[in-house]
C-alpha cells in the first residue's frame, strides 16, 4: 500500500496502513488486504478503502472489532483544494457501528467525520484553502458491540478543487475577450 498514483496534476503518495488492531475475528487489516481506489469526477477526486475480501468488514458475533489508519499524502501543483468531505458505506443493527475519524495536517477533524449515523456529511472547508498539499489520515474503525452487527462496505474522502470545468473555462475566456475588444474598441472610439 505505500505506492502512490498520479491522476492528472494531482499525486497520491506516500499510502501506509498503521495501527491495524482486531478483536474477537481473525481478520487483521493490512496492507494486501485494504483496497485504495482513486477516481475523478468533475472538479473533485476521491479515494475509496475497502475489503479486498468484503467478508471480512463484515461483523456478525458478539464485541467483534477491527480498526486502522490508513496515512497518505496529496500533492497538486497546479490545482488548489478548496473542501473534503468523508463518507461510509455500509449497514448495522443494535449495538454495531463503523465511523471515519479523520485528521487533516495534523488538525483532528473527527466531530466533522462519517459514522453509521452520518453516513454522507456535506462538504468542509479546508483550513487555510486554498492548499496545494497536504496529509491525511484516516482512522476507520468498525464494531458489533455486545450485541449488534457491523457490514462496513467502503470508505470514501471526496477533495474538490478550484478547477474550473471545461464549459465554465470556455465561457469565462470568452468573456474576458469580449470584455477586452470592448474597451479597445471605446478607447479608439474617444
Given at each position: 500500500?505505500?505506492?502512490?498514483?498520479?491522476?492528472?496534476?494531482?499525486?497520491?503518495?506516500?499510502?501506509?496502513?498503521?495501527?491495524?488492531?482486531?478483536?474477537?475475528?481473525?481478520?487483521?487489516?493490512?496492507?494486501?488486504?485494504?483496497?485504495?481506489?482513486?477516481?475523478?469526477?468533475?472538479?473533485?477526486?476521491?479515494?475509496?478503502?475497502?475489503?479486498?475480501?468484503?467478508?471480512?468488514?463484515?461483523?456478525?458475533?458478539s464485541n467483534q472489532?477491527?480498526?486502522?489508519?490508513?496515512?497518505?499524502?496529496?500533492t497538486a501543483p497546479?490545482?488548489?483544494?478548496?473542501?473534503?468531505?468523508?463518507?461510509?458505506?455500509?449497514?448495522?443493527?443494535?449495538?454495531?457501528?463503523?465511523?471515519?475519524?479523520?485528521?487533516?495536517?495534523?488538525?483532528?477533524?473527527?466531530?466533522?467525520?462519517?459514522?453509521?449515523?452520518?453516513?454522507?456529511?456535506?462538504?468542509?472547508?479546508?483550513?487555510?484553502?486554498?492548499?496545494?498539499?497536504?496529509?491525511?489520515?484516516?482512522?476507520?474503525?468498525?464494531?458489533?458491540?455486545?450485541?449488534?452487527t457491523a457490514n462496513?462496505?467502503?470508505?470514501?474522502?471526496?477533495?474538490?478543487?478550484?478547477?474550473?470545468?471545461?464549459?465554465?473555462?470556455?465561457?469565462?475566456?470568452?468573456?474576458?475577450?469580449?470584455?477586452?475588444?470592448?474597451?479597445?474598441?471605446?478607447?479608439?472610439?474617444?
Amino acid at each position: 500500500m505505500e505506492r502512490g498514483c498520479q491522476l492528472g496534476l494531482v499525486v497520491f503518495d506516500n499510502f501506509t496502513l498503521v495501527n491495524p488492531t482486531n478483536g474477537g475475528i481473525t481478520y487483521l487489516p493490512s496492507a494486501s488486504n485494504v483496497n485504495a481506489t482513486i477516481s475523478s469526477s468533475g472538479s473533485a477526486d476521491t479515494v475509496t478503502f475497502s475489503a479486498v475480501n468484503p467478508a471480512d468488514w463484515n461483523l456478525t458475533g458478539s464485541n467483534q472489532q477491527f480498526a486502522f489508519t490508513v496515512n497518505y499524502v496529496v500533492t497538486a501543483p497546479s490545482v488548489l483544494f478548496q473542501l473534503w468531505a468523508p463518507s461510509v458505506a455500509g449497514s448495522q443493527t443494535g449495538t454495531g457501528g463503523f465511523s471515519l475519524v479523520k485528521t487533516i495536517n495534523g488538525n483532528s477533524v473527527g466531530s466533522v467525520g462519517a459514522d453509521e449515523n452520518n453516513k454522507n456529511p456535506a462538504f468542509k472547508s479546508f483550513v487555510g484553502a486554498p492548499v496545494s498539499t497536504f496529509t491525511v489520515a484516516d482512522n476507520i474503525q468498525a464494531h458489533t458491540g455486545t450485541s449488534g452487527t457491523a457490514n462496513l462496505t467502503s470508505v470514501t474522502n471526496s477533495f474538490a478543487t478550484t478547477t474550473p470545468e471545461p464549459m465554465t473555462a470556455v465561457l469565462l475566456g470568452s468573456g474576458l475577450l469580449a470584455f477586452g475588444y470592448m474597451l479597445r474598441r471605446r478607447r479608439r472610439n474617444s
